[in-house]
T-cell receptor, first 114, second 111 residues
């Protein structure tokens, strides 16, 4: 079992809905990441939080809104998504941002937009 | 400059054989090269990683070979098993946060 826990595992929502994805880690990691992965493609970085502050936003549309309430939790708030946003959303964490500190991934939330 | 090119796209190997996946890069500033293994319905899991000052790293049946002058690195899976069937991604560290990922290789080990 992965040490990065993501809920829910599956989510189906309409284009007008508001929902949130949750990610939790208890490894004491201080960097947390959101990735989007389409089928048969590598993960694409969306956001990075370091010490609970947003460090990187990879030009992600505003319909995706990240939040880091504390060092163990990471949320991704979703609103007015488009069908092309259907994908696997992965959370990852790392001890820090230095060399040789690998990113540990959760198993993702499979998101389907109707 | 920022790409990592991975080949082959798919690979079928007989049980007990050697699986070899190759990656090439251009940016000499990359300083860390991990390989991730991903099973269907799961997130990527770190398999093995190497720094460019090392030419080879071995962990069990998995070996990374690194050729700094050629800007290439490869994953070798010895004695491949059906349980190794997965998608493998190479990556290169661009900065403190960012990995540049290869396109992935779907590996099938035939019993």
């Amino acid at each position: 079992d992965t040490e990065v826990t993501q809920t829910p595992k599956h989510l189906v929502m309409g284009m007008t809905n508001k929902k949130s994805l949750k990610c939790e880690q208890h490894m004491g990691h201080r960097a947390m990441y959101w990735y989007k992965q389409k089928a048969k493609k590598p993960p694409e970085l969306m956001f990075v939080y370091s010490y609970e502050k947003l460090s990187i936003n990879e030009s992600v549309p505003s319909r995706f809104s990240p939040e880091c309430p504390n060092s163990s939790l990471l949320n991704l708030h979703l609103h007015a998504l488009q069908p092309e946003d259907s994908a696997l959303y992965l959370c990852a964490s790392s001890q820090g941002i230095g060399l040789g500190q690998p990113q540990h991934f959760g198993d993702g939330t499979r998101l389907s937009i109707l | 400059q920022q790409q990592v090119k991975q080949s082959p796209q798919s690979l079928i190997v007989q049980k007990g054989g050697i699986s070899i996946i190759n990656c090439a890069y251009e940016n000499t500033a990359f300083d860390y090269f991990p390989w991730y293994q991903q099973f269907p319905g799961k997130g990527p899991a770190l398999l093995i990683a190497i720094r460019p000052d090392v030419s080879e790293k071995k962990e069990g049946r998995f070996t990374i070979s690194f050729n700094k002058s050629a800007k290439q690195f490869s994953l070798h899976i010895m004695d491949s098993q059906p349980g190794d069937s997965a998608t493998y991604f190479c990556a290169a560290r661009k900065s403190n946060y960012q990995l540049i990922w290869g396109a992935g290789t779907k590996l099938i080990i035939k019993p």
